[in-house]
């Protein structure tokens, strides 16, 4: 098992950056595969970002690829999620999650979640 904790949201203008954090309270996150997901008020959970377990495959939502980076130094046992140019539709509460085995980007394949950082865009 592993207990994750998000960091690095907050307000931040649009155009700004922004670096998120998720770290193994308890637990390797080094060994799983981890997810990105947000959650905007009265929206579903949708993915954003996914990265293997050795941090060689990475895969994105169509609409963040370009603005968004997902990377993990294992030896801090830790996972980020670089995202820039934002815009203020990126408003939401920002998760990371984590499975076994291979990345996935349904969010009912992760078994471990953090409890999310608030990510707020001004325009």
């Known amino acids: 098992q592993v207990q994750l904790v998000e960091s690095g949201g907050g307000l931040v203008q649009a155009g700004g950056s922004l670096r998120l954090s998720c770290t193994a309270s308890?637990?390797?996150?080094?060994?799983?595969?981890v997810g990105w997901f947000r959650q905007a008020p009265g929206k579903e959970r949708e993915f954003v970002a996914a990265?293997?377990?050795?941090?060689?495959?990475?895969y994105y939502a169509d609409s963040m690829k370009d603005r968004f980076a997902i990377s993990r130094d294992n030896a801090r046992n830790t996972v980020y999620l670089q995202m820039n140019s934002l815009k203020p539709e990126d408003t939401a509460v920002y998760y990371c999650?984590?499975?076994?085995?291979?990345?996935?980007?349904?969010?009912?394949?992760?078994?471990?979640w953090g409890q999310g950082t608030q990510v707020t865009v001004s325009s």
């Open positions: 999650a984590a499975r076994p085995g291979v990345t996935a980007i349904e969010a009912v394949r992760y078994s471990y």
């Open positions: 308890s637990g390797t996150v080094s060994l799983y595969a």
């Open positions: 990265i293997n377990w050795r941090g060689i495959s990475t």
